[in-house]
């Protein structure tokens, strides 16, 4: 089979740019699981190209499509036996962070039980947030490089609900929150008034710029910003106006299921242009819950199996970068517009 004219194909349909290597980790893939949601997570490109290359598989006669899973056909075997294996060799034992979780157990264990009665992921926001290893993870990882204790730091959006996590290790300066759900808002006031921890939480829409009490105020920053330029731009662009000197430091997620490795690009543009420099991008670390409004979203309806997920699919990377002299941040206002949906997007 002939990967790059493929890629160019799917390229034209999906207004996606997909190369070979792309199309030849979903052919790897598709030896594992006809899974389609698993499929996007381990091809990991974005979800409608992902699909549209299952449908040109589909109409060379390489895959069936049944009611629940894709499968190859033998044409489709033959056709895919030179292509190197998807594997999985990240390690059990941290889920594949690099970071071990059997450090602040009681946190962890503390956190696991206050995040159940948490409020569901909201349509209306995009909202899906992460496991709670994944929060705590980030935590960890914030630890370990000295972005935590004794350190002022804000939470640009907060559905991971780290503030609480912050606020039991009892380790940072100041917690502060920057939400635009009401209802999570609450929700975290509400813990912080139980559990005694000092978090600071404010109702604002990252659409608008920063209030200057909160530029230049920060050591460390957190986000996990919807997948398009603008809106990227927008919380981690307020992240880096809040950072307080060189040195300063912020972590967000990025994925690779809503982003392809041209937006990636446009995305390490912005942040030089922001004399930041990206000291980390760890594979994988956000594993986020199926959110429950699935069937109501654009990747549903490309799907070329209509099968609920079974596990969780959703993956995306952690960035941290730090402040470089000179840095600046993005002060723009953005009023209503939509930020929050381009050609990738596809869990809106
Ligand atoms: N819309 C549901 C899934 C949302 C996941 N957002 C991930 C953001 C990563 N930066």
Known sequence: M?????????????????????IERLVGALQKTGDPWVLADISDFPVPAVFETLN?????????????????????????????????????????????????????????????????????????????SSTFSRFLI???????????????????LLSIVLGLSRLPKSITVVEVDKRLVGFIEEVAGAEGLDVSVREFD??????????????????????????????VGRGIASLRSPGSAGYFGFTR?????????????????????????????????????????????LAPVKVEPRVNWYRSALYRIEALPGFCGNAKDYGEENIYEDAESSTT
């Open 56 to 132: 040109a598989l589909k109409d060379r006669g390489l895959v069936s499509v049944s009611d629940s899973s894709v499968t190859l056909t033998e044409n489709g075997l033959l056709a895919v036996e030179s292509v190197h294996p998807v594997e999985d060799f990240s390690c059990g034992g941290c889920e594949g962070r690099g970071i071990s979780l059997e450090h602040f157990v009681d946190i962890r264990d503390r956190f696991n039980e206050i995040q159940r009665s948490r409020p569901a992921a909201s349509h209306d926001f995009d909202q899906g947030y992460v496991t709670p």
């Open 206 to 235: 990252l659409r608008k710029p920063l209030p200057p009490e909160h530029v230049g105020a920060y050591d460390t920053f957190y986000t996990d910003p919807p997948e398009t330029l603008p809106a990227v731009d927008a919380f």
């Open 2 to 22: 002939e990967y790059a004219e493929l890629a160019n194909e799917v390229s034209k349909k999906s207004n996606i740019k997909v190369s070979k290597k792309d």
């Open 142 to 160: 914030g630890y370990e490089r000295g972005d935590i204790e004794g350190r002022d730091i804000l939470l640009l959006g907060d559905d991971d």
């Open 257 to 301: 299921r809503e982003a392809s490795l041209e937006k990636w690009w446009g995305l390490q543009r912005l942040l030089l242009g922001y004399k930041v420099v990206i000291t980390d991008i760890i594979h994988n670390f956000n594993e986020y819950i199926n959110w429950g409004y699935e069937r109501d979203t654009r990747a549903w309806r």
